[in-house]
């Protein structure tokens, strides 16, 4: 049963330009997480979705930051017009039945920013 | 305020021997998660080990074991015979019922020595 899968590991953009990163839970998970660790700190918490349906979004930025997880394919956590600060690593996580499920994390995507 | 503190930035161990870290934790609830996960070098998000918050036993997974005080607000993990390959950031987490955002700690570095 292969783990949670992000992709890419590694993304470089220039200030302006729109990150998209994706994320392919486990096997039979159905709820999805986003968090982001600056460094030397710990996760924070962005967003939490459902097979097409946004649970909560309380942790997420409220201007060019989005979230979703379509019926079909991975979910997909979009930065438009990405700034300096946004760079950061992107952990994804998955869990089969509800938020206090066991989450299982994926390697993470290391955003940069130029 | 749901809050997790790790105290020490950084242990180091030897091989072999016996080391606990600490983390403390803030909540009014009464039904929550705690985890310990690990962050090796390669940033993989590892889970250690689990406890929930209504059990008094304290959770073992082999070389892993925690000292979980429910008054205390504390949630310490030991680990034995200490290896090479533990070495890694150690964050304590919390999420309790009903509420979608895990909390994190800072995380704890540890090294092990040979």
């Known amino acids: 049963n292969a783990g949670v899968m992000q992709n890419p590991r590694h993304l470089v953009r220039r200030r302006g330009q729109e990150a998209r990163l994706r994320c392919s839970p486990m096997?039979?998970?159905?709820?999805v997480y986003w968090y982001r660790q600056l460094p030397e700190e710990g996760l924070k918490f962005m967003v939490y979705?459902?097979?097409?349906?946004?649970?909560?979004e309380s942790g997420m930025p409220k201007e060019r930051f989005s979230a979703e997880f379509p019926k079909e394919g991975p979910s997909i956590l979009r930065i438009q017009q990405v700034v300096r600060g946004d760079s950061a690593a992107y952990f994804c996580?998955?869990?089969?039945?509800?938020?206090?499920?066991?989450?299982?994390f994926g390697p993470g995507t290391r955003l940069t920013v130029l | 305020a749901q809050t997790v503190t790790q105290s020490q930035p950084e242990m180091s161990v030897q091989e072999a021997e016996t080391v606990t870290l600490s983390c403390t934790y803030d909540t009014s609830e009464n039904n929550y998660y705690l985890f310990w996960y690990k962050q090796p070098p390669s940033r993989q998000m590892i889970l250690v080990i689990r406890?929930?918050?209504?059990?008094?036993q304290n959770a073992t997974e082999n070389r892993f074991s925690v000292n979980f005080q429910k008054a205390a607000k504390s949630f310490s993990l030991k680990i034995s015979d200490s290896q090479l390959g533990d070495t890694a950031m150690y964050f304590c987490?919390?999420?309790?019922?009903?509420?979608?955002?895990?909390?994190f700690g800072a995380g704890t570095r540890l090294t092990v020595k040979p």
């Open positions: 406890q929930e918050a209504y059990k008094q």
């Open positions: 996580a998955s869990s089969p039945r509800q938020v206090t499920d066991t989450q299982y």
């Open positions: 987490a919390f999420i309790w019922y009903n509420n979608n955002d895990m909390r």
């Open positions: 979705l459902q097979k097409e349906n946004i649970i909560d």
């Open positions: 096997k039979g998970h159905s709820h």
